[in-house]
């Protein structure tokens, strides 16, 4: 489930969306858990908030513990569909549904319970870190209780031929005969994200950050995790997931090989080029995600030194998501700071639409103008139309 978070704009449900909050639904460890802590700490009487609600599972499940009011906040079109969850429930008395950013919101009373499942793969996804400090600040009575309440990250080196073959092979193999060697270099500057098993872990976990959302007071993160190999192998990349701490005593998991396979999945940093290790060989990684704009810069150091006489460095790589998208030079003269803007067409089209809006005429007048004006952008009323809707929804009261 997802906040209304920037780039999370969508102005109709998507059988595919629907698909995928079904799963959700459908996956037992973690709606069971999130069940589970919600009849901890709900009381009869309580007040709950719930940050991207969804199709309104979690709304409904604290409604069934007791609470007196539910607040849940969600910004896409798939909240139609939890209100028609919670009447056909006999929940809609109980439940304000508000279709908002949460971060624009304000409520008429504290909460005693926040609730929120805004995790990806890992829990920094978009700005939902943000969301979440921002809801716990401002909407959190004293002695309020969060779910979850901390995230641990862990970290596993792996040995995963097949999903590193998925990264590398379209790039490697020369189809039609041509060099794609600089592509295959952005794509090892990019998580992948395959099923792993718990054979491919070739080392113990280890823990490189924790996010406890009761004191978070930052959406960066960072950490270190060392290893000393035991055994040969082939190194592919490193292994990412989360155990995820709902209340005490209630926690999910998406190790690889978890006994209940979750939808999350895990997260794999790839290598530049995969290592062979002999025991004794040394890794260390330096792990860095940083809140860019809308979205998660990651960053990955590894360095390898044998175990043999003197340490040395057998390898090191320096890895980051900035170096594994396309950089168009176009798109980064148009940021920076000098930059000097004049308004494109779609720009104009964009001035004037809002320009009508300001001024109260109809969605119908300001089409028919705009399609007067930009005959070629918009070859009938109806596509004129259809975008000046588009532009109302995003900005009109």
């Keep these: 489930m997802t906040d209304g978070l920037p780039g999370r704009e969508q102005s109709t449900v998507h059988l595919y969306s629907i698909a995928s909050y079904g799963k959700m639904i459908r996956d037992r460890g973690r709606t069971s858990a999130y069940a589970d802590a919600l009849r901890a700490l709900v009381r009869p009487g309580s007040v709950v908030l719930e940050i991207g609600t969804g199709t309104g599972i979690l709304a409904l499940l604290a409604c069934r513990y007791g609470a007196r009011k539910v607040y849940a906040i969600e910004y896409s079109e798939i909240i139609q569909l939890a209100r028609e969850a919670a009447a056909a429930n006999g929940f809609a008395g109980r439940i304000e549904f ?16 926040i609730v ?55 790039w490697e193999s020369k189809g039609f005969g041509f ?11 990019n998580m992948a994200r395959p099923r792993l098993h718990r054979d491919n872990l070739v080392s113990e976990p280890r823990c490189w ?35 995820c701490e709902l209340s005490d005593g209630v926690a999910f998991s998406n190790i690889p090989g978890a006994r209940t396979e979750n939808i999350f999945g895990q997260v794999v940093l790839p290598l530049s080029h995969t290592v062979a290790l002999a025991p ?34 057998k390898v090191s790589f320096r890895q980051s998501e900035f170096f594994g998208g396309p950089l168009s030079p176009e798109r980064l003269r148009k940021r920076a700071h000098t930059f000097v803007p004049a308004l ?20 119908d007048r300001i089409a028919q103008d705009v399609a007067t004006r930009f005959p070629r952008r918009f070859p009938s009323w109806q596509e004129a139309l259809n975008h000046v809707a588009d532009l109302s929804v995003k900005y009109s009261l």
């Design 98 to 113: 508000i279709q908002a950013i949460s971060t624009r919101v304000e409520l008429p009373e504290k909460v005693d319970v």
């Design 116 to 170: 929120f499942d805004l995790h990806g793969v890992l829990p920094a996804l978009e700005a939902s870190l943000l969301s979440i400090m921002d809801a716990r600040d401002r909407f959190l009575a004293p002695g309020g209780r969060l779910i979850p309440q901390q995230d641990t990250l862990w970290a596993g080196l792996v040995c995963a031929p097949d999903a590193y073959k998925d990264v590398v092979e379209p």
């Design 179 to 189: 060099d794609f060697q600089s592509i295959r270099d952005k794509a090892l500057n």
């Design 209 to 243: 950050a924790t996010v406890d959302y009761r004191t978070l007071s930052t959406p960066n993160l960072c950490g270190q995790a060392l290893w000393t190999l035991d055994r040969a192998t082939t190194l592919h990349g490193l292994a990412l997931w989360f155990d």
């Design 280 to 313: 004794g060989d040394e890794v260390a990684v330096q792990l860095h995600a940083n809140l860019v704009g809308e979205d998660y810069m990651w960053r990955w150091n590894t360095e390898i030194t044998t175990g043999a006489g003197a340490a040395r460095t």
């Design 344 to 363: 494109n067409e779609e720009g104009c089209i964009a001035r004037l639409i809002l320009q009508q809006m300001a001024e109260g005429l109809s969605l």
